[in-house]
């Protein structure tokens, strides 16, 4: 009995990888170029009506190859415009991806893996536990579909301008599916965005953020939300593992080796009477001094089953007034989604967790009740 060989995933195959994927089907390397404006700027997925291949290479990616969607199971608008999405696997795991229009830009946030790992727990998707990474082509898989469903806007423009790595799971401990598909989003044959509009967000994943420079040059962003290592290892577990020192270190050694002015996007969540009072700023400010980049203090976005709440509205602006007079850009942002859970913090999908960690979180949060 002769085994079929198993179709690839091309929105899983950067330019790179498609070449040397067609040369090894004994095709000519201009294919992968071929194929990337059929995909990305034409958004057709009908090989057959890719009209400049040959009949016979149509018949061989029939035969080799997909191009293979999730399925659409929730499509919901808020009422400020935020657009979320559910998207379900094969598998069973769903994930959810976000769209946030404003004036002069539309930003998608999408995830990288069926849950998290990570334990934040001031984050709804830690709750939900971990399944598995997503692969290159699941994650490039909701940039495509959210352009397809989303069109052009006015005059023709983009409505997907920006993309980041914000959403469901770590990018960085997806390192080998996250990167090919980044590279995607930044060829000029695939969506062609800028590295300033493509951004990882990570938790701080060390010797990963290392690894990154020597890959890649977008835009880097940092969980951070704690000034010092103990207060950060009770919300940001992962700094028990790779404590503030090292993350410092290997964000000065990313910026620097890419020649990024803007810096890092240091990410910092508010949350109350934990880590919002002055004395935190100011360990802030002595903590980030001499790094390029910029603060996001975001509103904690509650959840079920959270014990934290959102700090006052008054103690973040004191916040970012003692930043931004100690020369730092800082910026609260502004909460948009939460109607319809779209929020930051605020994603979970439908996830089968195979890591107990619903479980341990639950058991944690009764023990705290």
Same mark, same amino acid.
């Given at each position: ?272 009477? #934990? %880590? =919002? $009072?002055?004395?935190? @700023?100011?360990? *802030? ?5 001499? !790094? ?58 439908? #996830? %089968? =967790? $195979?890591?107990?960690? @619903?479980?341990? *979180? ?5 023990? !705290?009740?």
């Amino acid at each position: 009995m002769t085994t079929q060989p198993s179709k690839t995933h091309l929105f899983g195959l950067n330019r790179q990888a498609l070449t040397e994927w067609f040369v090894a089907l004994g095709e000519k390397p201009f294919r992968a170029k071929q194929v990337m404006k059929w995909l990305y700027h034409e958004r057709m997925l009908d090989f057959d009506q890719m009209t400049d291949l040959s009949k016979p290479l149509r018949a061989l990616l029939h035969e080799r190859a997909h191009c293979a969607l999730p399925e659409i199971i929730a499509d919901q608008i808020a009422s400020d415009g935020t657009r979320k999405w559910v998207f379900r696997y094969p598998c069973g795991n769903s994930i959810e991806t976000v769209f946030i229009p404003e004036d002069d830009r539309g930003t998608l946030c999408i995830s990288s893996q069926a849950g998290c790992a990570l334990a934040c727990p001031f984050c709804s998707t830690a709750h939900e536990g971990f399944n598995r990474n997503l692969t290159s082509g699941e994650i490039l898989a909701q940039v495509w579909l959210a352009k397809s469903l989303l069109g052009c806007g006015d005059n023709g423009k983009r409505v997907v301008t920006n993309v980041v790595l914000m959403g469901m799971g770590e990018p960085l401990v997806n390192f080998n599916n996250v990167i090919p598909a980044t590279d995607i989003m930044m060829d000029d044959w695939g969506f062609g965005l800028s590295k300033r509009r493509v951004t990882l967000s990570t938790s701080g994943v060390v010797p990963a953020i290392k690894q990154l420079k020597e890959v890649t040059d977008l835009s880097l962003a940092v969980s951070l939300h704690a000034p010092n290592d103990a207060l950060r290892d009770e919300i940001v577990p992962i700094n028990k593992r790779y404590g503030l020192p090292a993350l410092l270190e290997a964000c000065q050694e990313y910026v620097a080796h890419n020649g990024q002015h803007g810096g890092v996007t240091w990410e910092y969540v508010m949350l109350r009477g #934990v %880590n =919002d $009072r002055l004395e935190h @700023a100011k360990e *802030l400010a002595v903590l980030l001094k001499g !790094i390029p980049g910029k603060i996001n203090l975001i509103p904690f976005n509650p959840f079920p089953g959270s014990r934290f709440e959102c700090s006052k509205r008054s103690d973040m602006l004191a916040f970012q007034r003692y930043l931004t007079k100690a020369g730092f850009i800082a910026t609260i942002r502004k909460t948009r989604g939460e109607d319809i859970d779209a929020a930051c913090g605020q994603l979970v999908g439908q #996830v %089968n =967790d $195979r890591s107990r960690r @619903a479980l341990k *979180l639950s058991r944690e949060q009764a023990e !705290i009740a």
